[in-house]
């Protein structure tokens, strides 16, 4: 008989197998490390995206509320129902879509979830997702988990009438495409789509069998005048696509991680078989705090697009005098700034040394893209009180 000492001591003697990394070429995440060299080196932050702003004290004080009322049990798995009906709600008022709230929409911890839950949900082994770059760097690890392949188109920079080169998307949709993912308005560049990008998409797609992911997080925030293209507006379009958006970025409160997928029912049973293994359910008072305040305050999100577009015309009044170059961005709270005018120094090492030595932190480009970028390209996020914009474009038109 081997005693438990003598199988210990057999284990001890073993070497432990080496560890396969899934994700071998992916490191700390760049938004951590510029904040935490931000922070390190005391330096104004605009390099993360998050608002230096307090949400509506109305909407804390009915988090609150709810907290004190009994709210504080788990959350049915696909959302409080108050929450899922306004969702419904705002998607007919916006968009003209009306949607099912029981079967079609789901509350998830944040997008980056919904937009995980997703990808697992539909990319098996061998398939191919196409992304556009630049491209949130959150796309191809959750690709690459599900057994996927990433395919990378980038898209069009200066006055094109699309800033999706159309050609080339159509070269690398094959047998093995299941998924497009969206972006719009896109972070970091700020693109936005066209009512023709939705129906040029549409007649490329029709006579294939690829879903759609539309990451819509910045869907209030857009310039000029111009409305928000949702992949809910376009009828054949939504009977493929996933539609996903973020509380966090419309109600100052990026910490709190709500946000919510809006798909047709038989995608979203799907969704929900990977989503309730996932997180299962959102925070409870939270959800029930943001389904009062959207009931009351619709005016919220209606007024948002010119709230951020006198933060973007601020910033980019300020760095005008400056030797960056820029094109004013269509949409999101992120500016680019082209420092080629400044420096041939690679934008990894250009954005550490700024956060270094001028004490303003950014996020280089090329680390959302597969290849590097043309230009040599910085993100600043302008999500920001007025003064913190003026001491840091001080310090940026100093270079």
């Known amino acids: 008989m081997v005693t438990p000492t003598v199988r210990m001591k057999a284990r001890k003697g073993r070497m432990l197998r080496p560890l396969h990394s899934k994700l071998p070429n992916v490191g700390t995440t760049i938004f951590t490390v510029m904040s935490q060299l931000a922070a390190d080196c005391g330096a104004i932050n605009l390099s993360q995206g998050f608002p230096s702003f307090e949400p509506d004290p109305e909407l804390k ?18 959302g409080v129902p108050s ?45 191919e997702v196409i992304v556009f770059d630049p491209a949130y760097d959150s796309y191809e690890p959750s690709i690459t988990l599900a057994g996927g392949r990433t395919r990378h188109v980038p898209l069009i920079e200066a006055d094109a009438s699309s800033c999706i080169d159309w050609e080339r998307l159509d070269d690398t949709i094959n047998e093995k495409t299941r998924l497009i993912i969206l972006n719009f308005p896109q972070n970091p560049t700020g693109a936005v789509l066209s009512e023709d990008d939705l129906n040029r998409l549409a007649d490329l797609l029709r006579e294939t069998p690829i879903f759609l992911v539309s990451d819509e997080v910045y869907e209030h925030i857009v310039f000029d005048g111009v409305a928000h293209q949702s992949l809910l507006r376009h009828e054949e379009l939504w009977e493929r696509s996933f539609v996903i958006s973020s509380f966090g970025k419309t109600y100052h409160a990026t910490g ?22 996932t997180t299962f359910a959102v925070a409870t008072p939270i959800q029930h705090a943001i389904a009062d305040y959207m ?11 010119k709230f951020y577009e006198a933060k973007r015309d601020k910033f980019c009044a300020l760095v005008d005098d400056s030797r960056f170059r820029f094109r004013p961005a269509q949409g999101t709270f992120f500016q680019i700034l082209d420092y080629s005018a400044i420096t041939d120094e690679p934008d990894l090492s250009y954005a550490k040394k700024l956060t270094r030595e001028i004490g303003v932190a950014s996020i280089p480009v090329s680390v959302f893209c597969e290849k590097p970028p043309p230009g040599r390209k910085l993100r600043f996020c302008f999500a920001k009180d007025d003064a913190t914009l003026e001491e840091a474009a001080a310090k940026l038109c100093q270079l």
């Open 61 to 78: 004080r009915l988090i609150y509320h709810h907290l004190r009322n009994g709210a504080n049990q788990y959350a049915p798995m696909p």
């Open 83 to 127: 929450l899922r009906q306004e969702i419904a709600r705002k998607v007919s008022r916006l968009y003209g879509r009306a949607v099912d709230e029981h079967a079609e929409v789901t509350v998830c911890t944040g997008a980056t979830e919904g937009l995980f839950s997703t990808i697992q949900a539909m990319v098996r082994p061998g398939d």
């Open 256 to 277: 709190w991680k709500v946000g919510y997928v809006v798909a047709p029912a038989f995608l979203s049973t799907e969704f929900r078989k990977v989503h309730q293994f």
């Open 295 to 305: 009931a009351k305050t619709p005016e919220h999100y209606e007024t948002l697009p």
